[in-house]
């Protein structure tokens, strides 16, 4: 072995470590984003939970007793006597919450998934039925039925049902198509915007925790700047983290996963505060 030949056998080696270490904090970047995900979505599972806790343990219970009227206790427009079309889409609406919510988490869960494909197969043909349903009832509530709120918060609840029809449509001509991929994102989006009541009420209770109230709207007539915001926001924020999120898992920067991974943090932290705010100061009172 000449001098030179040595020279470049021993120089050889912290390349080798470099593009091992490189190789590595690669790794450590998607499994950072992959389980900041996961813990997002767990949260996330746990709040929904308990909003269909509530819905049952309310909603549902007090129909059941024939106590209907119970309901305009919560909402300003609740049950109202005499009002047959009014009534019957705010029950439909309200009985198909938990039942979307319930469809919608196992749609996303990968082993159901995996294991049980034609119960997803069954399950999301139900759960698209159910949303476009909820969406139109929904829809009909807020303009002929004098939903709460002013004129801007009817057109974020309005966008919300909207979007909810734009993505089951897609969602389904992708899986039609076998195109699974681009299925499962629609899917996604689907899932955040057909929870938009629940980012909505989270969003709000997270809003008043750290304001130590009330701040920005007028809680008796329900009216105010934040209320406008956040009726557009808990659909178009959890879309555009969702886009983030899609793009940072195509990225190959690492830099780009990790920042993804901060945020799902972020957003997991201060979901979870909503959740426990929201289930301690609206739901849990009501049980």
Not at 112 to 141: C, D, E, Q
Request: aromatic share 14%.
């Amino acid at each position: 072995m000449t001098q030179d030949t040595a020279y470049e056998t021993v120089n050889l080696y912290p390349a080798e470590n470099a593009l091992h270490k490189s190789k590595r904090l690669d790794g450590l970047a998607k499994t950072s984003l992959k389980y900041a995900a996961m813990l997002w979505f767990s949260v996330a599972i746990i709040g929904q939970l308990l909003f269909v806790y509530y819905i049952l343990g309310f909603y549902v219970l007090s129909a059941m007793k024939g106590n209907l009227a119970a309901w305009s206790n919560v909402l300003p427009h609740g049950y109202i006597k005499g009002d047959s079309a009014g009534n019957f889409a705010i029950i439909t609406h309200i009985f198909l919450a938990a039942s979307i919510t319930l469809a919608g988490i196992l749609q996303l869960i990968p082993q159901v998934r995996a294991r049980a494909p034609k119960f997803h197969r069954w399950n999301g043909r139900i759960y698209l039925s159910s949303l476009i349903i909820a969406a139109t009832t929904g829809l009909y509530m807020v303009w002929f039925r004098n939903g709460v709120g002013d004129f801007t918060q009817h057109l974020g609840i309005s966008l919300n049902a909207v979007l909810i029809l734009l993505c089951a449509a897609m969602a389904l001509r992708h899986a039609l198509a076998r195109q699974f991929t681009q299925h499962r994102r629609w899917a996604l989006r689907l899932f955040l915007v057909a929870n938009g009541v629940w980012f909505f009420r989270i969003g709000l209770m997270f809003w008043i925790a750290i304001n130590q109230g009330p701040a920005g709207f007028n809680p008796k007539t329900f009216e105010g700047p934040f209320l406008s915001f956040i009726s557009f926001a808990n659909s178009l924020i959890p879309l555009i983290v969702c886009e983030l999120y899609l793009r940072a898992q195509d990225s190959k920067n690492k830099a780009v996963h990790f920042s993804m991974a901060g945020t799902l943090l972020v957003l997991s932290a201060a979901s979870g505060m909503g959740i426990f705010v929201a289930f301690m100061g609206m739901w849990l009172p009501r049980l």
